[in-house]
């Protein structure tokens, strides 16, 4: 069962694919046929754990193909500082031409930088070469320089959501994880490593000044592992407590996003959970796993979101995100 079940999670996520190498975040019609940096590093990750490197490289040739061809952008808020929204990185780009989408959105979104530049280090320590050249490591370079210009230790970002902007101890945790991952490649200030650390203790357990709990903080423990076991535990337990749902996890108390009385049930949430719990409790691990299984369509696709409180699932589907986490927690 196991074996099938991580066969047709494959398949769905190798549908997302495109060839251009990125990653739709759902499949088209559904308004998230867009490749989204964020989802694709996880949609990355889940290829990864299903053994299909080749896929995994594609990505990120493509995702380096995007910061070499907005290079210019990037120098220019190096030397500036941004002050605009539209001055930031972008968040998600056409999956053909790599242009950026101009209409207004949440768009600064400081954790799919350090989110990419911890992949990369990541994946740079298992012997994964995604770096393909000088190119890509002068990219890199400039992305630390970035991360630096912008002070993301009290930037105020719109995170993972792409909602008001607030410092986020997901957004700061992910630039912390990904400086360290890639200091052993390029050049990274020590002092922009241990402001980000401080700020990060500061905020936490909390996300943001506004959300005392919120799912997104699950990346503090996997993938970024940048919490100390204390802290860890702390998250787990106020998400466990206050998030977890029948069908999935509401993102924060009071979300208003498909909201209909109660908050949306986010799906991806339970293989998280899964993944988290995978080495240290196998008892929950099996039971978020199972969770997940029960909150598949009858055409085994993992939903973004079911309406809260009800078995209506809205049209983001197969969400790519929910079918990597899930092969991370079946690997």
């Not at 990037?74 to 500082?81: F, G, L, P």
């Not at 009290?154 to 997901?170: F, P, R, T």
């Not at 929950?284 to 085994?300: C, D, G, N, P, R």
Request: aromatic share 10%; proline share 3%.
């Amino acid at each position: 069962m196991v074996i099938n079940l991580k066969h047709i999670t494959l398949r769905k996520l190798q549908s997302l694919q495109q060839p251009s190498g990125l990653f739709l975040a759902a499949k088209r019609g559904t308004g998230y046929d867009k490749a989204w940096l964020r989802d694709n590093i996880y949609e990355a990750m889940g290829m990864e754990h299903a053994g299909n490197i080749e896929a995994v490289r594609k990505a990120f040739a493509a995702m380096f193909h995007i910061f070499l061809k907005h290079e210019a952008k990037i120098d220019w808020a190096i030397a500036h500082k941004p002050s605009a929204s539209w001055q930031y990185i972008h968040a998600r780009y056409c999956p053909v031409t790599y242009n950026e989408f101009n209409e207004e959105w949440g768009n600064k979104q400081n954790d799919a930088v350090g989110l990419f530049l911890f992949k990369v280090g990541d994946l740079y320590k298992k012997g994964i070469m995604v770096i393909r050249d000088s190119n890509d490591l002068r990219i890199l370079q400039k992305l630390v320089h970035y991360l630096q210009s912008i002070e993301y230790w009290k930037d105020a970002d719109n995170g993972i959501w792409e909602e008001n902007e607030e410092v986020h101890a997901s957004s700061i945790g992910a630039c912390v994880a990904g400086l360290k991952a890639v200091s052993n490649i390029v050049d990274v200030p020590k002092a922009i490593i241990t402001n980000g650390e401080k700020a990060l203790n500061g905020l936490l357990p909390r996300e943001s000044a506004t959300k005392a709990v919120d799912l997104a903080l699950l990346s503090l423990i996997y993938p970024l592992n940048v919490v100390n076991e204390k802290q860890k535990l702390q998250i787990l337990a106020n998400v466990e407590a206050l998030l977890v749902r029948e069908r999935g996890l509401i993102r924060y108390p009071g979300d208003r996003y498909y909201h209909n009385g109660l908050e949306a049930e986010w799906c991806f949430g339970f293989p998280w959970l899964a993944t988290i719990y995978k080495d240290t409790d196998a008892q929950k691990s099996a039971f978020y796993l199972q969770k997940t299984l029960e909150v598949m369509t009858k055409e085994k696709d993992i939903p973004e979101l079911y309406y809260g409180g009800s078995a209506v699932c809205n049209g983001n589907t197969p969400l790519g995100w929910a079918h990597a986490m899930l092969l991370c927690a079946l690997a």
